[in-house]
C-alpha cells in the first residue's frame, strides 16, 4: 500500500512539473590571459546563443554555443627564423579564438538572481603558431542579475584545463601549464514562445 500511494504522489508530482524552454542571446567582454605565464590580461569579447531547459522553480540546465576570444598581452615572444635558429625576442600579443560548447547548470536563490556553474568543451577557430592544442575544456562559474524579465547582467569566471601554449615560443614562463583564464561581464536577453 505505501509503494502505491508512493507512485501516485510521484507520478503526481511529474504531471504538475511544468519544463519550460527560453531561448536567448548573451553578449560581452572579457579579459583573458594564460597563466603561469609573466604577460597581462588581454581585453576581448564572447557572444553566444543559449537554451535555458528549466526543471523546477530554482534550477535550470543551460546548453550555450559562444563565440570567445583569448590569449594575453606583454607576452615576451620567441621568434624564430627559416633554419630554425633564434631570430629575435619581442613582446607581443597572443590572440586566440575559440568556438565554446557549454553546459551550465543554473540555480536559482529569487526571482531575479541565479548562480551559475558548468563545464565547456573549447575548440580553436583558427590555429595559433603559439599553441601547442587546438581544445580546451573549461570550468566556468559566476552569477546573473535580471533587469528586467528577459534582460539579464551577468559576470562569470572561466579557467581552462589543458595545456594550451607552447612554452617553446617564450622566454617567461613559469610552468609548462599554461591554461587559459578569463573574466566575463555582459548581457544576456530571453525570448519569450508563447
Known amino acids: 500500500m505505501k509503494k502505491a500511494l508512493f507512485i501516485v504522489l510521484l507520478v503526481s508530482a511529474a504531471a504538475n512539473a511544468q519544463v519550460t524552454f527560453t531561448p536567448g542571446l548573451r553578449a560581452g567582454s572579457n579579459f583573458s590571459k594564460i597563466t603561469k605565464l609573466n604577460a597581462d590580461f588581454k581585453p576581448g569579447f ?3 546563443v543559449f537554451g535555458g531547459i528549466k526543471f523546477t522553480q530554482y534550477y535550470t540546465l543551460q546548453p550555450e554555443i559562444n563565440v570567445e576570444t583569448m590569449g594575453a598581452r606583454n607576452v615576451n615572444l620567441v621568434y624564430y627564423d627559416s633554419f630554425g635558429d633564434v ?3 619581442r613582446r607581443g600579443t597572443v590572440s586566440l579564438t575559440y568556438i565554446s560548447v557549454a553546459i551550465i547548470n ?12 558548468g563545464t565547456s568543451f573549447d ?8 599553441t601547442n592544442s587546438d581544445i580546451d575544456f573549461s570550468l566556468c562559474a559566476g552569477f546573473e542579475y ?5 534582460l539579464f547582467v551577468q559576470a ?3 579557467k581552462g584545463m589543458f595545456d594550451v601554449f607552447d ?6 614562463y613559469e610552468s609548462r601549464e599554461n591554461t587559459n583564464m578569463s573574466l566575463q561581464a555582459g548581457i544576456a536577453y ?3 514562445l508563447k
Not at 575548440?123 to 603559439?130: H, I, N, P, V, Y
Not at 535580471?146 to 528577459?150: A, E, F, R, S, V
Not at 612554452?167 to 617567461?172: A, E, F, P, Q, V
Open 146 to 150: 535580471g533587469i528586467t524579465k528577459n
Open 190 to 192: 530571453t525570448f519569450d
Open 123 to 130: 575548440t580553436q577557430a583558427g590555429r595559433s603558431r603559439f
Open 156 to 158: 562569470r569566471i572561466k
Open 106 to 117: 543554473k540555480i536559482t536563490f529569487n526571482d531575479r538572481f541565479n548562480f551559475q556553474a
Open 87 to 89: 631570430d629575435g625576442i
Open 46 to 48: 564572447y557572444g553566444g
Open 167 to 172: 612554452s617553446d615560443y617564450s622566454t617567461d
